[in-house]
């Protein structure tokens, strides 16, 4: 005969691992965390990856290069110079024990809670986008996409005559 406590200590259990597989972070609710972990950490070396300090430095250096929502992941996280901060140790640490991104980016937004709320922005379809209907802001954006700039441009017809004059260069259609 089984005990009452017996089946209540096995219901807590059940209940508790339905709770834990409901609230886990999923990559949508974290997309800019889970890319950039997944990414840098593809990016190691088995004998970088068993060191957090060094895991530190390739990550800073790693942070050098980024842009937009992955140059403020890596402010939050203490990658770049200018950052206030620093939660390197609950990137490096768990990286170094081989630990998978989702789990990382948990760590990470108990830490700060802002590093979960960064979203990449939707990528515009160059084919078949009216250019004249985007705002500035998005033209200046698809020029920094492409590393380019719009000297002396004043009116947003001038940034949609630069983006049409690069075009064929970042815009390759298929035949």
């Not at 996409?145 to 949609?160: A, N, R, V």
Request: proline share 3%; glycine share 4%; charged share 35%.
């Amino acid at each position: 005969m089984i005990s009452f406590s017996a089946v209540f200590i096995q219901l807590l259990l059940v209940v508790s691992v339905i709770i834990g597989a409901i609230s886990a972070l999923k990559p949508e609710d974290c997309e800019v965390c889970f890319k950039v972990v997944e990414k840098f950490g593809n990016s190691l070396s088995a004998d970088i990856r068993k060191d957090p300090k060094k895991i530190e430095d390739e990550f800073r250096k790693f942070c050098k290069g980024s842009k937009s929502k992955e140059n403020r992941f890596c402010y939050y996280l203490g990658g770049l110079d200018e950052s206030a901060t620093g939660i390197l140790g609950e990137l490096s640490k768990p990286l170094s024990w081989s630990m998978p991104a989702d789990k990382i980016c948990e760590k990470l937004k108990k830490k700060d809670n802002q590093i979960c709320d960064l979203r990449f922005d939707k990528t515009i379809d160059l084919k078949t986008v009216d250019l004249k209907k985007l705002k500035v802001r998005d033209l200046k954006k698809i020029l920094n996409d492409w590393d380019e700039t719009c000297d002396g441009c004043l009116e947003k017809s001038d940034f949609i005559k630069r983006i049409e004059e690069l075009k064929p260069q970042y815009v390759h259609s298929e035949l």
